[in-house]
């Protein structure tokens, strides 16, 4: 708690001079907060359903699965820490942020070099379709809630109010 109060007076000591202007929209802000919230514990459960189910079910590229379940741990580990304000320690956060983005960015390479494997089991480049379709729209997907969760950050920034 004392780290949360350090960083806000710091937070306020260099945003001092900034103009800010009043939330015009503050229940819409609070609204997309929530969805996005939702949305960034759904993804994770989902990727680790899926990751565990079909592990061993895509022998052209084994890391797929892999991915999936570690990018799921990762992801729901730090939105969980994120929520909890008693897990939220800065530099905890900040490292599981990292490992999650890095662990984001490795799976998604590995997903998207596997572009069109054969979906048929004969073949030497074979993965199940599910898995590999469902990996494949999540990274599309999830890069653009990481866009969206980007303006989302900025907006919050720009209509901050220090309580005086």
Known sequence: MEETVEVNEAFQRLTRYVYRKPNPYPKATKRLGAILLV???????????????HIGDCPTNPYVPLFLCITGILQLSFVVTFVIKILSKMAFQLVLGVACLSMFLIGSVTTFAEYQPDFYLDSWRYCDYSLFIFAYYCYIVEYLLLSVITLYVCIVFAFYSVKE
């Open 39 to 53: 949305v960034n514990i759904a993804i994770p459960i989902v990727k680790l359903t899926i990751g565990f189910t």
